[in-house]
């Protein structure tokens, strides 16, 4: 799981062009949107379409489901490796 938590930040700082970011900065456990990273809702759209071209997950932009797996690194990690074929 460290390893696509890892996939998973420098996703994010590529698709939202954190360019003064390294993977180290982003806490895996940190809220990504409001407190911590400081994520806004135009950047869960970025984000949400660059974890479904990498990773081929479905989200749902209306679910709560969907806001939970988008709370932290962790979360995103769990979902998108609950989502892969086995």
């Given at each position: 799981m460290l390893v696509l938590e890892q996939e998973i930040k420098e996703l994010i700082i590529t698709a939202l062009n954190l360019e003064d970011l390294i993977p180290d900065?982003?806490?895996?456990?940190?809220?990504?949107?409001?407190?911590?990273?400081?994520l806004d809702s135009i950047d869960a759209l970025e984000l949400g379409l660059a974890l479904q071209k990498k990773y081929r997950v479905s989200l749902?932009?209306?679910?709560t489901e969907t806001r939970a797996h988008f709370a932290s690194v962790q979360a995103l990690a769990a979902f998108?490796?609950?989502?892969?074929p086995a």
């Open positions: 900065d982003i806490d895996s456990k940190a809220p990504l949107f409001v407190d911590g990273l400081g749902s932009a209306d679910s998108v490796s609950a989502a892969q």
